[in-house]
Each structure stands twice: as structure tokens, then as C-alpha cells.
């Protein structure tokens, strides 16, 4: 199975969800993120992701024509914006859509930046282990 995570910039969200749905899911799908455009990895996503043992640092911020030769099953999208530009595939997809606050808009000092990364990363995390058991016992 194929999924796609997909976002603005996939910088954050995605990036953060591809992480949990890879930790999730194991070797049971081939997951992948992708943004309408490419913001480049965020380090703050890198850090919070880390402190909950999940390795962010070697993905990529991807543009999503890189990857429309990809049959995907699922298409998960994690910010309004994404939903309401998502390319059309020439695939049927199964879509599903959850708005995340994106951190990387948090103002603030820096532990209150920190607080709304770790906000959206706990978010996220419960989104994609429901989604994970979800999925598997379909399977």
C-alpha cells in the first residue's frame, strides 16, 4: 500500500506524519509526504520529532509532481490549504483529509514556538496511530 501525506510546504505536518505512519505501519505501506511547495525541512520539526524518538533528519521537503507516477492508495491531507489545491491523480485514491495547527506559524517566545511544535506533534502522533490500526486491521 501507498500513501501519500501531502501539505503546504512539507515542512512540518507531513513530515511529522510520515515519520509516525512509517514508525506505525512498518513494512505493512510505503509512506511518503509531499507539499503544493517546498519549504525545506523545518529543524524544529527535526527536534520535536526527535525527542520522541522519531528520525526526521534524512527526509526531504518534496514537491508533489515528484512523485504523480506513484500509484497511491491513500492520500492523507494535513492542512486545509493542501486539501484545497491537491493535484488530481490519474489514479483512484482513497483521500482523507485533518486540518493540524501548523507550528511553524507559532510566535511567541521560544518555548511557547516549542509548546505549539510539540502540540502539533502530539496531535499527529494520536491521528496517525489511530490510522495505523485502522488500516492494519483492514488488512
Known amino acids: 500500500m501507498n500513501i501519500l501525506v501531502?501539505?503546504?510546504?512539507?515542512?512540518?505536518?507531513?513530515?511529522?506524519?510520515?515519520?509516525?505512519?512509517r514508525h506505525f505501519m512498518g513494512n505493512q505501506a510505503n509512506i511518503y509526504s509531499a507539499g503544493?511547495?517546498?519549504?525545506?525541512?523545518?529543524?524544529?520539526?527535526?527536534?520535536?520529532?526527535?525527542?520522541?524518538?522519531?528520525?526526521?533528519?534524512?527526509?526531504a521537503s518534496t514537491h508533489i509532481d515528484e512523485l504523480k507516477h506513484i500509484s497511491f492508495e491513500l492520500i492523507l491531507t494535513v492542512c486545509d490549504h493542501a486539501q484545497e489545491q491537491c493535484?488530481?491523480?490519474?489514479?483512484?485514491?482513497q483521500r482523507l483529509h485533518h486540518n493540524f495547527p501548523d507550528p511553524a506559524k507559532a510566535t511567541g517566545s521560544?518555548?511557547?514556538?516549542?509548546?505549539?511544535?510539540?502540540?502539533a506533534r502530539n496531535q499527529i502522533?494520536?491521528?496517525?496511530?489511530?490510522?495505523?490500526?485502522?488500516?492494519?486491521?483492514?488488512?
Do not use: W
Open 110 to 119: 521560544e518555548h511557547e514556538i516549542e509548546l505549539a511544535f510539540r502540540e
Open 36 to 59: 503544493i511547495e517546498t519549504h525545506g525541512l523545518n529543524p524544529r520539526a527535526v527536534k520535536t520529532m526527535a525527542e520522541d524518538g522519531i528520525d526526521i533528519s534524512h527526509h
Open 6 to 21: 501531502l501539505c503546504t510546504g512539507n515542512s512540518c505536518r507531513s513530515q511529522m506524519a510520515e515519520g509516525y505512519l
Open 87 to 93: 493535484p488530481i491523480f490519474p489514479f483512484t485514491a
Open 125 to 139: 502522533k494520536v491521528f496517525c496511530q489511530n490510522l495505523a490500526r485502522t488500516i492494519t486491521a483492514k488488512s
